[in-house]
């Protein structure tokens, strides 16, 4: 798909991995081999090893329907899925304490964007490199940005399931596609007119809660009015009136009457499941809500889903990068199975299931012409899909981006609350993240 070779989007997937890959620090995991000796026997149909797959909560029946075929195809191999909590952040911290203390519970997982190169870094995972050679796998075949930020020190340690961008999602019955709104002052205005309209409670919903989502909805308002917290130089540039502007509008329409009033605990769970009730006439969220909220068994507003760039501020729209990466355990007993699954998944048949039953926009570029892909998400050819991956940014780029992000999600909470103004907020976020860099 030519939209999405040459896209930023790629262009900034590129620049949020090299600038991980180049955060000091020597691996051990460098002298790793995928020829880890477990001392299991061979894996075989009447014998089949079990592999424990860990990830965040699915709301689709993407990874059902691949761990059904991935089985089917590997009779030798039988997968146990761990589903961890919906919110990051949590996901991070439980992984990283089962990975310290070298738990070889889980096998193969799920990695936020921003997490390969700290993994790596602190011998968490298997480098691929060896088994990729061996099975030629085609690493040309996927979306070179998103691949690149599964790179840390020359070598590939996780391999690209998914990308992601922020959206807005819409009821076509009750907004007209010429009534879509450009910028967020366009959003209040409708927001309010539709609550209560076609049984709905709220106008908007996003996700609010003092976790990782917060900082993508945050990143996202900051951008559109020509913000950043943390620029290339990797120098902090937060305390701007640009950042100042675009987060007093996220705190306006979080507080406003049109958003539900506990909106401070909404994850993408929770928006999810307000839009598919129909409870909402607009939603910000990821790629994947195309196919949620198009699913019968479970939607109350199937084929009423209208799709949009996020509004603009006064330097245009933005969508926070995003996406999700698979990788191998270290310490797992059975590394090649554990690649088996792997390759299956991030590959082009466990991708395009992922697609079709998951909504989840491939990292293989050639899937974007595959009829079954386009035919269930049509929307992967609609020009408002597309320009929302346009206007995608990366979070800050920093060695210790968990600690950054924690700054920035409390400070905006903080914000959102009342208990502090944006313009202390964003002097504390300042003196934090210059404190938190240099160290």
């Known amino acids: 798909m030519n939209l999405l070779k040459k896209s930023k989007f790629v262009v900034l997937a590129g620049s949020l991995a090299l600038a991980l890959a ?59 899925f761990r589903e961890m909590p919906s919110d990051t952040g949590q996901q991070h911290d439980a992984y990283v304490t089962a990975f310290n203390s070298k738990s070889s519970e889980i096998d193969v997982f799920d990695l936020d964007v921003v997490w390969p190169a700290e993994f790596a870094q602190a011998d968490y995972l298997l480098p691929l490199d060896r088994y990729v050679q061996k099975d030629n796998v085609d690493l040309d075949a996927y979306n070179q940005g998103a691949l690149a930020a599964g790179q840390y020190n020359g070598k590939q340690w996780t391999i690209p399931k998914f990308i992601d961008a922020g959206l807005l999602f819409y009821r076509k019955d009750l907004v007209k596609e010429d009534e879509v709104p450009k910028t967020w002052d ?87 499941q307000a839009f598919i009730e129909g409870q909402t006439a607009f939603l910000r969220n990821w790629p994947y809500e195309f196919a949620s909220a198009n699913d019968k068994s479970k939607s109350k507003i199937a084929d009423k889903v209208g799709i949009a760039p996020l509004p603009a501020g006064d330097k245009g729209s933005a969508a926070t990068l995003g996406g999700w990466q698979a990788g191998i355990n270290k310490n797992t007993k059975h590394p090649k199975e554990a690649w088996e699954f792997l390759k299956y998944m991030a590959g082009a048949e466990g991708q395009k299931i992922d697609a079709v039953f998951g909504g989840h926009a491939p990292t293989i570029l050639s899937l974007y012409d595959d009829k079954e892909v386009l035919k269930a998400n049509p929307t992967f050819g609609d020009k408002g899909f597309q320009e929302g991956l346009n206007a995608a940014v990366p979070r800050p780029v920093a060695a ?13 909470s903080k914000a959102i609350s009342g208990s502090e103004t944006v313009e202390e907020a964003v002097k504390n976020m300042e003196t934090q993240m210059k404190a938190k860099i240099k160290a």
């Open 400 to 412: 210790n981006y968990q600690e950054i992000s924690q700054i920035i999600q409390i400070e905006v």
């Open 186 to 272: 366009d959003l209040i205005k409708l927001a309010k007119e539709k609550k209560g309209q076609g049984g709905t409670k709220f106008g908007y919903v996003f996700q609010a809660k003092q976790y990782e989502g917060l900082v993508c909805d945050a990143m996202e308002f900051v951008a559109s009015y020509g913000g950043q917290f943390v620029n290339e130089k990797n120098e902090v540039v937060v305390n701007s009136p640009e950042t100042i502007k675009g987060l007093k509008k996220l705190v306006e329409i979080a507080k406003s009457d049109f958003v539900p009033k506990n909106v401070t605990n909404f994850t993408e769970i929770e928006s999810d």
């Open 22 to 80: 180049g955060c000091s620090g020597n691996n051990s995991s460098s002298s790793s081999t995928p020829d880890n000796k477990s001392g299991d026997k061979e894996a075989t149909k009447d014998n089949p090893v079990t592999l424990v797959y860990s990830r965040g909560k699915d709301v689709t029946q993407g990874t059902t329907k691949m761990v059904e075929a991935f089985e089917k195809s590997h009779p030798n191999i039988k997968i146990k």
